[in-house]
Structure formats: structure tokens, C-alpha cells
């Protein structure tokens, strides 16, 4: 499934529409689908959720894990939580390495150096106890260096469970390049037009509706205006496809516009699609009151059937890894 098929699924329930579910402006849908989403992460840890991660130390300034990039690349990480932690060598091999907590290390150091407190800060005392081996420690967002190297910055690998981004769309299409009335978010209706999927655009300042479909006249799909006395496209597409993405042609509106598929579709709409709709629904069940207990038998909110699936995907990710087991040496 995609976002969006879980969107129709939910107004369906409802008995609403997927127009309906956007309120001054706000899509409640959007708002609820990452809440449900958050709440799983913040109560688990996801295996597909486990990233190797880089992220450049100064020696002296330290560095932050807000900072921190898929390895091999650019993409920025929400991190949840630190597992591992290691350097690279010469070779690009990754190295363990020491890291703890600001307050665990400096008990370290106190188990190292069992001596009285000094008498005054300026006492020799704070020079002379032992720094330790080189270790890295967090605090917060924050990673440090000790002990501090001026002259080097530290590119540190850590392995960790991330969080997803916030989803800031659950459209089908995007039209972009053609003329501005065209252009904008198209969704898929729930009926097809020569054994294609049709899609729309609504513009309620106008009241005009746009289409894409496929059009054997053309021998592709088009972008026309709903209120076409004639039926004229207003483009058509370059190449004959099975979905409407790629590049298109002008055919009587000025502008070369192209399609590009935005549809969200991910591990959370594959594997955790029925716990998301679950979700969604007991969440939006606060503003619509649909699922409501009463003695003559209506059906309450489904909070039983949102927590099976949940436990169902967290069943699912955990033998990922042979039920979470880590193989020693």
C-alpha cells in the first residue's frame, strides 16, 4: 500500500472524503499518520531502522549528532539512539573505539585516580591526575574528545537506531513546468479511464477541475481542463507510458510540464500498514466521533486492533535479525 491508499481507506471508514479530511487548511490525515508513526518509534527500536552513520569530531571543539550522514553519503539522520561507535583507519576499515557518557567517563577517571580533593582549584592536583585512554563522550547531541587533540578532527562511524522524518505529503502526482493553473498536486480517483488510473486536481478558487488520463486519441496520457468545451489536451505526454510520470508537450497551453510520481510508499506503508490505519483511525476518531460504545452494540474505537497490529510489526521486524540475536565470537 501507499500513504495515500491508507487515506482513502481511512475517509472510507469515516464515511467521508479524502477532501474531507483536510480542515482549515490542515491535513488531519498527515498530522495523525506521523503521530501513529512517532509513538511506535518512541516506544521501540526498529531493526530496519539501524544505520551506520558518519559524523566529523573537531578534537578540541568537539561535534554534534545533529550533524552526523548516512555513511557513503550526504542524506542527514535523525538519530534515536547510539549502539556502537568506532574510528576509520587508513583503509576506510571501521575500528572500535572508547565513547561513554560525560558522567561515566569522569568516574572512570576517579577510580583511576583515587586521590583526596584538592585544596584549591589552582592546585596541581587537576594537572597531574591521569587523562585516560583516548575516548569520545556524549552528552546530549553533543560528542567530545578526551583527551582534547587540537590538531585533529576525528571522523567517527557509529552505528545507530534512527527516527524517521516527519511525512509532508501523501500525494500521487506532481505537476510541475506548465501553465500555473496546471501545475500543483493530482490524486489518483477511485476509477479508471481506458484500464489507466485517473487522476484530478481541484482548484476551489476557481472551481475548475484538472485531469490526467490516458487517452488512445493520443496514443498517451494528457493534462486537460475539466471545463474544456471541445475536449482539447492542454499537454500530452512525449512517450506512451503505463503511469503518467515524464515529460510532456504543449498542446494549446504554453509551458513543457513534467510529472513526476510523489506517492509515499515505504516500510511503514508495506510492512506497518495496518497498524498505521489503525492508528490514524483512533486518532482521528477524537474529531469525528464515529466509534462510539453504546449498550445497543455500536462499535467502539478500535484501540485492540491498532495495538495487534503494532505487535504484529514489531514480531515481523524482530526475527530480521534471528530475534534480535547478536552473534559473538
Do not use: C
Amino acid at each position: 500500500m501507499t500513504l495515500y491508499d491508507i487515506k482513502v481507506a481511512v475517509a472510507t471508514y469515516f464515511k467521508t472524503t479524502v477532501a474531507d479530511l483536510t480542515q482549515n487548511g490542515q491535513d488531519l490525515f498527515l498530522v495523525a499518520a506521523n503521530h501513529v508513526r512517532r509513538q511506535a518509534e518512541l516506544s521501540h527500536d526498529f531493526e530496519f531502522s539501524r544505520k551506520l552513520v558518519t559524523l566529523t569530531v573537531d578534537g578540541e571543539v568537539g561535534g554534534s549528532l545533529e550533524n552526523a550522514v548516512v555513511y557513503g553519503t550526504t542524506t542527514d539522520v535523525n538519530i534515536k539512539t547510539v549502539i556502537e561507535a568506532g574510528l576509520f583507519d587508513g583503509d576506510g576499515n571501521l575500528r572500535p573505539v572508547e565513547w561513554t557518557t560525560v558522567a561515566e567517563g569522569l568516574e572512570r577517571q576517579r577510580l583511576d585516580n583515587p586521590h583526596s580533593a584538592p585544596r584549591y582549584p589552582t592546585d596541581g592536583w587537576y594537572e597531574s591526575s591521569p587523562n585516560g585512554f583516548g575516548r569520545f563522550e556524549l552528552a546530549g547531541s553533543s560528542v567530545y574528545r578526551f583527551p582534547k587533540d587540537a590538531d585533529h578532527d576525528f571522523t567517527l562511524g557509529l552505528e545507530v537506531y534512527s527516527m524517521a522524518d516527519d511525512w509532508t505529503s501523501v500525494d500521487n502526482v506532481v505537476v510541475t513546468g506548465a501553465v500555473t493553473a496546471y501545475n500543483g498536486t493530482y490524486y489518483k480517483t477511485n476509477f479508471q479511464w481506458q484500464s489507466k488510473d485517473v487522476f484530478y486536481k481541484a482548484n476551489t478558487s476557481t472551481l475548475i477541475t484538472y485531469f490526467i488520463y490516458y487517452s488512445v486519441d493520443t496514443g498517451g496520457w494528457v493534462i486537460q481542463n475539466g471545463i474544456d468545451e471541445n475536449g482539447t489536451a492542454g499537454y500530452v505526454s512525449v512517450i506512451t507510458a503505463t503511469s503518467p510520470e515524464g515529460a510532456y508537450i504543449a498542446a494549446g497551453e504554453a509551458g513543457t510540464p513534467t510529472v513526476a510520481d510523489s506517492t509515499v510508499s515505504d516500510v511503514w506503508t508495506s510492512q506497518g500498514a495496518e497498524y498505521l490505519m489503525w492508528g490514524i483511525i483512533v486518532h482521528l476518531n477524537y474529531y469525528y466521533k464515529e466509534f462510539v460504545t453504546r449498550q445497543e452494540g455500536n462499535l467502539g474505537s478500535p484501540e485492540r486492533l491498532r495495538d495487534e497490529a503494532l505487535a504484529s510489526f514489531i514480531a515481523w521486524d524482530a526475527y530480521r535479525f534471528e530475534q534480535n540475536r547478536r552473534h559473538g565470537r
